[in-house]
T-cell receptor, first 113, second 115 residues
Framework: ELKVEQNPLFLSMQEGKNYTIYCNYS?????LYWYRQDPGKSLESLFV?????AVKQEGRLMASLDTKARLSTLHITAAVHDLSATYFC?????????????FGKGTKLSVKP | DSGVTQTPKHLITATGQRVTLRCSPR?????VYWYQQSLDQGLQFLIQ???????AKGNILERFSAQQFPDLHSELNLSSLELGDSALYFC??????????????FGPGTRLTVL
């Protein structure tokens, strides 16, 4: 079964700073998903990365995928308070649950003024 | 708003009871997925239906069952409830049968509290 590990699990940032969240996964996968969850709310799809070297950007967030290293990163540029949330990466579990998503534990991001 | 609806939003019940959670997928989506989110286990895939048929099973207990109806809405039935079943239950939907590039869109969730 696919294992997905995120780090850090908790991240406290100051507004205006940059930081990166890392997502490592255990078996070969050709795609990776990033979701955002606000406290007590649903998961919102941020990015779908479909190939090695894929890079996607939306506002202050940029995600990339390196399938050879089994690594995806979510880079935050000039953080603002509105980015405070929990961020999950997820990969399809081809070997286990037929391609359904296996999620990391999430990175709880807190952006302070 | 993802277009996926779930009812009820909150459910409080006692141990040993049975409850039914309901999900309506986005218009045009044929797949429905159920996930459980708890503090100790994180987000776990339970079960998937595609166009009325069970497609994949994850870490779903035998006390839990689900079905997808002809109008594509889905119900998750939880029986003989235990304290440890308290969690947030999400439904997600996608266009295709899984193992594809489809994004899964999540509903608002049902928060189940078992007392």
């Amino acid at each position: 079964e696919l294992k997905v590990e995120q780090n850090p699990l908790f991240l406290s940032m100051q507004e205006g700073k940059n930081y990166t969240i890392y997502c490592n996964y255990s078996t070969t996968s050709d795609r990776l998903y990033w979701y955002r969850q606000d406290p007590g709310k649903s998961l919102e799809s941020l990015f779908v990365l479909l190939s090695n070297g894929a890079v996607k950007q939306e506002g202050r967030l940029m995600a990339s995928l390196d399938t050879k290293a089994r690594l995806s990163t979510l880079h935050i540029t000039a953080a603002v308070h509105d980015l405070s949330a929990t961020y999950f990466c997820a990969g399809p579990d081809y070997g286990g649950s037929q391609g359904n998503l296996i999620f990391g534990k999430g990175t709880k991001l807190s952006v302070k003024p | 708003d993802s277009g996926v609806t779930q009812t009820p939003k909150h459910l409080i019940t006692a141990t040993g009871q049975r409850v039914t959670l309901r999900c309506s997928p986005r218009s045009g989506d044929l797949s429905v997925y159920w996930y459980q989110q708890s503090l100790d286990q994180g987000l776990q895939f339970l079960i998937q239906y595609y166009n009325g048929e069970e497609r994949a099973k994850g870490n779903i207990l035998e006390r839990f069952s689900a079905q997808q109806f002809p109008d594509l809405h889905s119900e998750l039935n939880l029986s003989s409830l235990e304290l440890g079943d308290s969690a947030l239950y999400f439904c997600a939907s996608s266009v295709g049968p899984g193992m594809s590039t489809d994004t899964q869109y999540f509903g608002p969730g049902t928060r189940l509290t078992v007392l």
